[in-house]
């Protein structure tokens, strides 16, 4: 089975108030990392309710698949609108398990002009998935060792095209941008790699760490070019409390 395409009816259905979702999930194990939603069948089902029919809109931007995961990129409008990054993980064509993470969309493109869904969205190199997804383990690896030094290396030069918010073009835009925001008490760290998925060109990070004083997940959408990071996209979310979650799962 077309397991892009079960992923991408899924996320539809929302649309629908939930018509034929429930086909495509294992109804005796559906695992939620999504903490502000409960586990399970019943977990989706009570999501499914809370939104009034015919409310939500789900504009998938890009579709991947490594394996028995597929993930997405989609901007979500239901009172108000978010962009996110699903993962789903299939087994025996049913989907078993769900991973996200949401950010309030920018009401206006970042300061290079860039939104934070636009840009390239079909994967090519297909044969080089691996190499590349080595590629971001190393320069997460060197990210979170402190190894400053060979930055540089993982960039063609200056090039850097950036969907982020807040941040400009270029690794000058990068520096820059990162550098105002730990000014305004938003550093950005990483503490831990949970997860790489990659097809051809395009590989998702899912790491942990925090934003400014807050615990908080990362998922970064990096595109490859010849051997080079090329063009990134991101969503920030705030882990809540683990007394407000509601499912025992964990984030990642």
């Not at 051809?200 to 970064?220: I, P, R, T």
């Amino acid at each position: 089975m077309n397991h892009k395409q079960q992923v991408v009816d899924f996320l539809k259905s929302f649309e629908t108030g939930g018509d034929g979702a429930f086909a495509k999930i294992n109804p005796d194990k559906y695992i939620q990392h999504n903490l502000r939603v409960g586990d399970g069948i019943e977990g989706l089902r009570e999501l499914i309710q809370r939104i009034p029919k015919g409310t939500a809109k789900i504009y998938i931007a890009r579709v991947f698949q490594d394996g028995d995961f597929v993930f997405t990129h989609s901007e979500y409008q239901q009172s108000g609108s978010r962009v996110g990054f699903d993962i789903f993980r299939f087994e025996n064509d049913k989907i078993v398990e769900h991973w996200d993470n949401l950010q309030v969309k920018a009401e206006k493109p970042n300061p290079s002009g860039h939104t934070m869904t636009d840009g390239p969205a079909t994967a090519i190199d297909l044969d080089k998935t691996g190499v590349n997804k080595n590629l971001m383990k190393s320069y997460m690896d060197d990210l979170l060792k402190g190894r400053r030094e060979k930055f540089a290396s993982y960039f063609d030069g200056n090039n850097y095209i950036q969907h982020s918010p807040l941040v400009a073009d270029n690794l000058t835009g990068l520096f820059a941008g990162l550098q105002e925001l730990a000014k305004q008490g938003l550093a950005v760290k990483y503490d831990k790699v949970h997860m790489v998925l990659g097809e051809g060109n395009f590989v998702l990070v899912v790491a942990e760490g925090s934003f400014g004083d807050k615990v908080s997940a990362y998922y970064d959408l990096y595109r490859i070019q010849n051997g080079k990071i090329a063009e990134h996209w991101d969503t920030i979310e705030q882990i809540p409390p683990r007394a407000d979650w509601k499912n025992s799962n964990g984030k990642f």
